[in-house]
T-cell receptor
């Protein structure tokens, strides 16, 4: 069955520290991959997407993600986290319909 | 214009009420979606409209009735809801349905009393 897994339910990082959020997918073929961010009570904003080509994709707000076919992973990174990055992050895959991971809640310590 | 607009932002309704959620986009997208999201959970797909026709119904109870009057508008009609239907309802659109990125609205926070 198609699935997206985010192993970390909650992550806390210090402001200015680097960040990596993990995402693994299970699909028959490589799906289209996305990272969305959601602030409390708000809709989802697309951070970045991977369709094909360069495996390192740049997104908005200083985020990037790396697609690794051998590991079925699409991890999200940011070199220096800001307090405003605190939110829920969803990895999603599109292979016929959009399927979301369970989400990772990011807290930022001052 | 890259926005998906949802109204109302908040809605409180009784279990015998009839209400509607509205969604609008002017990006020329031909696929529109309804998702339901409970607290601390990912969005769950409810319905997909492709070229104004219902293409996916994820076994949603009949008390939820979608409607797509035209390519820019999507409604969700609500009737005889239960308290457990309280959630954030998100509308989304994409250019051509599958294999394209989805743009989400800000959602309608629904409370059933």
């Amino acid at each position: 069955a198609q699935s997206v897994t985010q192993p970390d339910i909650h992550i806390t990082v210090s402001e200015g520290a680097s960040l990596e959020l993990r995402c693994n997918y299970s699909y028959g073929a490589t799906p289209y991959l996305f990272w969305y961010v959601q602030s409390p009570g708000q809709g989802l904003q697309l951070l970045l997407k991977y369709f094909s080509g360069d495996t390192l994709v740049q997104g908005i707000k200083g985020f990037e993600a790396e697609f690794k076919r051998s590991q079925s992973s699409f991890n999200l990174r940011k070199p220096s986290v800001h307090w405003s990055d605190a939110a829920e992050y969803f990895c999603a895959a599109e292979g016929g319909k959009l399927i979301f991971g369970q989400g990772t809640e990011l807290s930022v310590k001052p | 214009d890259t926005e998906v607009t949802q109204t109302p932002k908040h809605l409180v309704m009784g279990m015998t009420n009839k209400k509607s959620l509205k969604c609008e986009q002017h990006m020329g997208h031909r696929a529109m979606y309804w998702y339901k999201q409970k607290a601390k959970k990912p969005p769950e797909l409810m319905f997909v409209y492709s070229y104004e026709k219902l293409s996916i119904n994820e076994s949603v109870p009949s008390r939820f009735s979608p409607e797509c009057p035209n390519s820019s508008l999507l409604n969700l009609h609500l009737h005889a809801l239960q308290p457990e239907d309280s959630a954030l309802y998100l509308c989304a659109s994409s250019q051509q349905g599958t294999l394209s990125e989805a743009f989400f609205g800000q959602g309608t926070r629904l409370t059933v009393v």
